[in-house]
């Protein structure tokens, strides 16, 4: 114990950050300024939040325990015309860097500048595919030296600042390429000369900072590989005097249009990460800690949600930082959406973690098998006996099940029973500070708000509900079908999508003009025949939606189509509407995929035989009317419902706070959303996910995979769509809506989101907080700043059952619980209890273990400030 607490006293030195002026490395440590480091990193992409948004999510990293930032850099926000650069708003990266700069973090910066991500295009600007001879990620000199361009620009740029860690800035890695080693065999002998062309290009670009490439196990011996996966423990770099790093620990995963909503249980990823420092790990990062959104038309795939929550720490909807008056003074609070109880679970380990630092970056591990499935993993300078008998001596041990049953098991003379599926922390080689599966940690209910009038809200449940808010006053537009000729390009022959749009718009029109003679008609209607699309078209006959067919449910990136269709005697107009929904961001060779129509086009089932249209004299329209031209909105006439090609508007105000806001699009069918002039992104609520799959809780026992976990099932991938605050002006907001296929405008509505209520369940058998092991376990209850607690829902001191909004009370019960936590939390931002009985009035059942669980409503304060009590 003396030892442990003498980790305690050092731990605010060993979290302190430092400016180094040399970086290196060795097979157990990150070595900063002569400091030997493990590191805990975290993935927050810029252009996946509102720069707003940047301080309070860095903020709530380091809070989380974190080290390091992650983020890639991506080309096509950038560069979105060659020699043209964006660094502003979203994009402002080296603005970015400064802030976790100033939150004393440090950066990983993966600047690729292929990133995959879920990002359209994985990240390339569609620009490159004009190049004359272009070959993406091989050994070709059109690619190349693009690619070197942008790479030397980043570095220039961040060089210039003084942002890199060898010049006392942030960056402390930096990365060039991206899981090439799993394409890599696609492209033969190029492929590994453009691996090694890359890593050279980087070293020469001489940023005093290591470079890695994850998932290379050829990379050359001055760039340190990585893994990337559910489970990296156990996994070496491919030389003894790099350290293992694990660039991608996927929190949880993305989700695709049609599909559930995937998630990964706490227990797990705490587990995956006590693993990896189990057996050798130094570096490790959560991909993601803050997945955001796929603001535009950045989402990628095809058929990425607009959301990437990614299950992530810190939820899609973020933070802000706002600055309230109170009296005469000014407060800066932070208020964000913290993933309860995963950052604090996660939180809790990385303090495990840095109290055992020393010794994992001093010494090698030392296995002992426990069990059968059961082991340790020892890092010391001596003998595991004398560690024991020597407190001065540095010694740190992890106890790992990796069983799916519970486990006692004898290490160092004590015994130390193990949950299934799980790793105890042991500082000292003798005290348990933290097990994976023992959650502690409070979990919190988030919900909708809707806004009725500037000073009330009702809560809106997942579908809309008639009646319920303020209805919005539309004005609309209706899109020409086929287009009006703006941007038209003529042609004998069917034009591939991204390269003739330059992927400036989702949509380009396919039209042409026909005749039909009356005989050939007589075998009643004929089908329009597309051999090959992707990903989407909608089908116009004369100016009447034909129908619409996408390559969602296909299994491939490219369909065929069969179109019935209506033709009358005479000359007929055919206009085929092609939408992106996400170019192809994986996968080798992916200037090669092309988009649009991708094959050819024929008429079946006249009376005359096939007619084919592929060489017909076609119009190509890039995007819609409504995207280049200043729309006349429509005010006067009776407003479409459930009509494709529709353009809406409406005027809202700003909801009042400074929670974060959302508008619900469930009531829509496919298309597009504004909030004055910044697009949310895509919408697709019409498509729903599976029906079965789903579970209420999931077993987090047994290895992950993607869709081992989902929640949502039966309903829309996607209903709420996060608008940043930051883009919303006091006076009047302009919402417009593009529909595809057809909706009801009717059912569109703003709200606020907020944490609804708090709950956790702590006996008296947990671990206390890593911070104050030497106490009793402690059950603590925290709103978001701006909320106090206003009621209790439930509390019970005893052996209560069931879990968060299902509790029950046991057999053993004290009476005065209700009372005690009503008295200490009520009125108050946040409370906590020691657990242990004299706390609660008398023992409801000696000699029985005992359970606090509480459940409490949060509720907006006015002129209130954060308070804790400690009973």
């Keep these: 114990m003396a030892r442990f607490l003498l980790l305690l006293l050092a731990l605010p030195l060993l979290l302190a950050g430092a400016s180094a002026t040399n970086i290196s490395y060795d097979h157990r440590a990150i070595i900063i300024g002569g400091q030997r480091r493990i590191l805990i990193s975290g993935c927050i992409h810029y252009p996946r939040a509102s720069p707003q948004m940047w301080p309070a999510l860095i903020r709530n990293a380091k809070e989380g325990g974190l080290d390091m930032i992650d983020t890639y850099v991506f080309w096509d926000g950038h560069e979105p015309s060659p020699g043209i650069y964006n660094f502003q ?21 993966r600047i690729g500048p292929y990133v995959c991500a879920e990002w359209n295009f994985g990240g390339f600007p569609a620009w490159l595919l004009k190049l004359p001879g272009i070959q993406f990620r091989t050994h070709n000199r059109a690619f190349e030296d693009k690619m070197e361009e942008f790479v030397r620009k980043i570095v220039d740029m961040v060089k210039s600042e003084q942002l890199f860690a060898s010049q006392g800035g ?9 899981e090439y080693g799993n394409v890599q065999g696609s492209y033969g002998i190029n492929g590994k000369t453009y691996m090694l062309w890359a890593a050279r290009m980087a070293k020469d670009l001489e940023t005093g900072v290591p470079w890695i490439m994850c998932k290379q196990p050829d990379a050359p011996d001055y760039i340190i590989n990585t893994c990337n996966g559910y489970y990296c423990d156990g996994w070496k770099p491919n030389s003894r005097d790099k350290p293992a790093m694990w660039t991608e620990n996927w929190s949880g995963w993305y989700q695709s249009w049609g599909e559930a909503a995937p998630y990964r249980t706490v227990e797990d990823v705490a587990f995956a990460v006590a693993r990896f420092f189990q057996r050798g790990g130094v570096a490790q990062n959560y991909y993601m800690y803050f997945g955001g959104t796929n603001f535009g038309r950045t989402s990628g795939g095809p058929f990425i949600t607009t959301s990437y929550d990614y299950d992530a720490p810190l939820d899609e909807f973020g933070t802000c930082m706002p600055t309230t ?5 000014y407060f800066l609070f932070l208020t964000g959406m913290l993933r309860q109880p995963k950052w604090g679970h996660l939180k809790e380990l990385h303090a495990a973690l840095k109290l055992c630092e020393t010794a994992l970056t001093s010494n090698d591990p030392v296995y002992y098998t426990l069990g059968r499935m059961q082991e340790a993993h020892v890092y010391s300078d001596g003998s595991l006996e004398a560690n024991f008998s020597n407190l001065a001596t540095p010694c740190a041990a992890f106890l790992a099940n990796i069983d799916t049953s519970s486990a006692s098991v004898k290490f160092g003379g004590k015994v130390y029973n193990l949950p299934p599926w799980s790793v105890s922390i042991l500082p000292d080689c003798r005290n348990v500070v933290f097990n994976t599966a023992q959650v502690s940690a409070q979990t919190s209910v988030t919900k909708m708000v809707a806004v009725q009038k500037p000073s009330l809200i009702e809560e809106v449940s997942g579908s809309y509900t008639p009646g319920l808010v303020e209805q919005l006053a539309w004005e609309w537009f209706q899109e020409p079908v086929g287009g009006s000729g703006i941007n038209k390009i003529l042609a004998h022959a069917l034009l591939e999508q991204i390269s003739t749009t330059n992927d400036s718009t989702d949509y380009m029109w396919y039209s042409t003009r026909f005749e039909i003679l009356d005989q050939e008609l007589k075998g009643g209607d004929p089908v329009l025949v597309i051999t090959s699309m992707r990903d989407m078209v909608h089908i116009f006959v004369n100016g009447e939606f034909a129908g619409s067919t996408s390559t969602l449910k296909s299994g491939g990136l490219y369909a065929r189509v069969q179109q019935p269709i209506h033709l009358k005697a005479g000359v007929n107009h055919l206009a085929i509407l092609s939408a992106t929904v996400g170019l192809q961001n994986y996968g080798a060779h992916l200037e090669t995929h092309g988009a649009g129509i991708t094959g050819s086009i024929w008429i079946q089932g006249l009376s005359t035989g096939t007619r084919n249209l592929t060489s017909a004299l076609w119009l190509h329209q890039v995007g819609l009317n409504g995207e280049h031209d200043a729309i006349t909105w429509s005010s006067t006439t009776s407003l479409p419902f459930f009509q494709p090609l529709v353009w809406y508007k409406a005027n809202f105000n700003i909801p009042d706070g400074d929670d974060p806001v959302a508008i619900h699009l469930g009531s829509m069918g496919k298309g597009q959303a504004w909030v004055n002039g910044h697009s949310l992104g895509r919408f697709w609520p019409v498509i729903t996910a599976p029906s079965t799959g789903c579970s209420d809780r999931c077993d987090y026992r047994g290895t992950y995979y993607s869709s ?24 009047k907001n302009t919402l417009v809506l593009l529909e595809e296929i057809g909706g009801n405008v009717s059912g569109v509505s703003f709200a606020s989101r907020v944490v609804d209520r708090v709950c956790a369940q702590v006996s008296e058998y947990s671990l206390p907080p890593v911070a104050q092991f030497s106490s009793l376990p402690e059950l603590g209850l925290s709103c978001s700043p701006g909320q106090f607690i206003s009621s209790i829902f439930f509390a019970s001191f005893g052996n209560p059952k069931g879990r968060c909004g299902a509790f029950q009370k046991g057999s053993c019960h004290a009476l005065e619980s209700e009372t005690i936590v009503e008295k200490a939390c009520i009125g108050r931002q946040s409370c906590s209890f020691e657990i242990f009985w004299k706390n609660f009035g008398t023992d409801p059942c000696p000699g029985k273990a005992k359970t606090l669980a509480v459940e409490a409503a949060c509720t907006e304060a006015v002129d209130s400030e954060p308070a804790l009590v400690r009973t």
Excluded at 90 to 108: P, S, T
Excluded at 325 to 329: I, V
């Design 89 to 109: 708003g979203r994009y402002d990266l080296i603005r970015f860097l400064k802030l976790v700069h100033q939150a004393g973090l440090y950066v990983n910066l």
């Design 170 to 178: 942030p960056v402390l890695f930096s990365q060039i390429e991206n």
């Design 325 to 329: 008056l109170r009296g005469n003074a």
């Design 708 to 731: 081992k976990c989902l929640s949502s099932c039966g309903l829309p991938s996607q209903e709420w769509y996060h608008v940043p605050r930051e883009w919303l002006v006091n006076e």
